[in-house]
């Protein structure tokens, strides 16, 4: 199994910075893509940001310009840098990796728990 864990969610006003961090551990052979996607109460659950192994990076139009997505393959970690966050970012922040288990031929999406960011003032 790869277990995802998050770090790094928490209460902020309009306007301000947070930084999201996971790390994944567990028997795994290989990660490809890592990255976040977040879920607001009563909406689906959306992509925020992603990078491959070589850093090609994806956003959504919604964050393109304020959030930065970054990691650090030799520690199998991901970052989120999240700046000038609104209220409309207020969601369920949850770490992603694509990843090949050991012994397994195919890769597999792999969630973490979800840590919550909430912009209010």
Known sequence: QVQL???????????????LSCAASGRFAAIGDMGWYRQAPGKQRELVATMGESGGENYADFVRGRFTISRDNAKNAVYLQMNTLNPEDTALYYCYAHSRR??????????GQGTQVTVSS
């Open 5 to 19: 864990v998050e770090s790094g969610g928490g209460l902020v006003q309009p306007g301000e910075s947070l930084s």
């Open 102 to 111: 050991r012994g397994i031929p195919w890769f597999e999406d792999y969630w």
